[in-house]
């Protein structure tokens, strides 16, 4: 049983950044891949990103290419998305979540697979 609790969401310009965090309790968690998707008021909710077991596969979502980037530090049972150059179209509730257990490198794009959720944190882009 995993459980898993996101922090850093708040309101931030367009153009800023904010770092958002997803620190999970349970031994095995080092098994797991982590999965950061997002719900947009009125929307479906979509992948964002998500990492490996291992930290050696990590993927996005074509929207946020080349201005997010995942990570994982193993000594704090964490995942970190750091988001840049924020747009609004990327406010949202942020969840993260865990697949697993899985191979060292592979992680899903797709809510399916994913088991254990957390309760999300909003992340508002606005001037």
């Known amino acids: 049983q995993l459980r898993l609790v996101e922090s850093g969401g708040g309101l931030v310009q367009p153009g800023g950044s904010l770092r958002l965090s997803c620190t999970v309790s349970?031994?095995?968690?080092?098994?797991?891949?982590i999965g950061w998707f997002r719900q947009a008021p009125g929307k479906e909710r979509e992948g964002v990103s998500c990492i490996s077991s291992s930290g050696g596969r990590t993927n996005y979502a074509d929207s946020v290419k080349g201005r997010f980037t995942i990570s994982r530090d193993s000594t704090k049972n964490t995942v970190y998305l750091q988001m840049n150059s924020l747009k609004s179209e990327d406010t949202a509730v942020y969840y993260c979540?865990?697949?697993?257990?899985?191979?060292?490198?592979?992680?899903?794009?797709?809510?399916?697979?994913?088991?254990?959720w957390g309760q999300g944190t909003p992340v508002t882009v606005s001037s």
């Open positions: 979540a865990a697949d697993g257990p899985n191979d060292a490198y592979y992680c899903s794009g797709s809510e399916g697979p994913y088991d254990y």
């Open positions: 349970g031994f095995t968690w080092h098994l797991y891949a």
